[in-house]
């Protein structure tokens, strides 16, 4: 099946630091990226939803100039969380959609990012 | 607000027990997903449903979508400890966004 791939799996970064995620699509072409954050024991929260060569839309309450996405080809997302605090420390997941996909997605594997 | 309601939020039980999921919405949906994910690891989509009433097995797990397609309910048979996860629902919203459920944590003991 369709792959993503999200690196790195695990971060620690130092309070007001930036850290960049990444999210790849392997083997397909993906014309629209989510990311989510999951803090522990809680579900999945979709932070924005970014497509190919656009600028990102972002869910209410997601600081779009703090939580920078980029999504400049059909095989990489990026999510910078910028100036980071001890409060985004999380799980970031991505999901890929392909264009002949209809509504299946594919998962990657996730990123914790722990901030100190 | 959560659009999808899941229920119970934590179900713990002994290995061999059934258990039922259950995921709500106010309103109707076209479709319905379920996923599992354990610890540290992305969801792994389990079944889509479409058609109201209808109903998917996969091996030990029933999927039900209900009729007026506002909810639906996932069954485990014989649980394992291997069924241990966060099960979650989720809906396309506006066709271009997937939103989840709260989530169930099921916690299968051997």
């Known amino acids: 099946g369709a792959v993503v791939s999200q690196h790195p799996s695990r971060v620690i970064c130092k309070s007001g630091t930036s850290v960049k995620i990444e999210c790849r699509s392997l083997?397909?072409?993906?014309?629209?990226m989510f990311w989510y954050r999951q803090f522990p024991k809680q579900s999945l929260m979709l932070m924005a939803t970014s497509n190919e060569g656009s600028k990102a839309t972002y869910e209410q309450g997601v600081e779009k100039d703090k939580f920078l996405i980029n999504h400049a080809s059909l095989t990489l997302s990026t999510l910078t969380v910028t100036s980071a605090h001890p409060e985004d420390s999380s799980f970031y997941i991505c999901s890929a959609r392909a264009r002949s996909s209809g509504n299946t997605i594919y998962f990657g594997e996730g990123s914790w990012l722990t901030v100190v | 607000t959560q659009l999808l309601e899941q229920s119970p939020q934590f179900l713990s039980i002994q290995e061999g027990e059934n258990l039922t999921v259950y995921c709500n919405s106010s309103?109707?949906?076209?479709?319905l997903q379920w996923y599992r994910q354990e610890p540290g690891e992305g969801p792994v989509l389990l079944v889509t449903?479409?058609?109201?009433?209808e109903v998917k097995k996969l091996k030990r797990l029933t999927f039900q979508f209900g009729d007026a397609r506002k909810d639906s309910s996932l069954h485990i048979t014989a649980a394992q400890p291997g069924d241990t996860g966060l099960y979650l629902c989720?809906?396309?919203?506006?066709?271009?966004?997937?939103?989840f459920g709260g989530g169930t944590r099921l916690m299968v003991k051997p």
């Open positions: 449903v479409v058609t109201g009433g």
């Open positions: 309103s109707v949906f076209s479709s």
């Open positions: 989720a809906r396309w919203v506006a066709g271009n966004m997937l939103t």
């Open positions: 083997d397909f072409q993906a014309t629209t």
